[in-house]
């Protein structure tokens, strides 16, 4: 059974950065889709960024400019770095990747930015 392992969330200051990295226990064939979602307290779950197998990189509005996903459809790998964090970023992270025949999910890391 696959798993998707997440790894470099953490506690940071306002303006500071981190890189969250996502690997798969085992190879994913036919991979489409690799992404980071989020979901704060209270909140819900919602797309942060995604990555096609072709390279097309898709951001929500408000990480645009601060965030940048990056992956590898062969290992698989999936990065994402966060510039410039905000205390409106703070919530679980999860990695996604999407396959043809199954959709998987990570056990989610903590992000928490103060203030």
């Known amino acids: 059974q696959v798993q998707l392992v997440e790894s470099g969330g953490g506690l940071v200051q306002a303006g500071g950065s981190l890189r969250l990295s996502c690997t798969a226990s085992?190879?994913?064939?036919?991979?489409?889709?690799m992404g980071w979602y989020r979901q704060a307290p209270g909140a819900q779950r919602e797309l942060v960024a995604s990555?096609?197998?072709?390279?097309?990189?898709n951001y929500a509005d408000s990480v645009k400019g601060r965030f940048t996903i990056s992956g590898d459809n062969i290992k698989p790998t999936v990065y994402l770095q966060m510039n410039s964090l905000k205390p409106e970023d703070t919530a679980v992270y999860y990695c996604?990747?999407?396959?043809?025949?199954?959709?998987?999910w990570g056990q989610g890391t903590q992000v928490t930015v103060s203030s």
């Open positions: 996604n990747i999407q396959s043809y025949a199954y959709d998987f």
């Open positions: 085992q190879r994913i064939f036919g991979i489409s889709v």
């Open positions: 990555i096609t197998r072709g390279g097309s990189t």
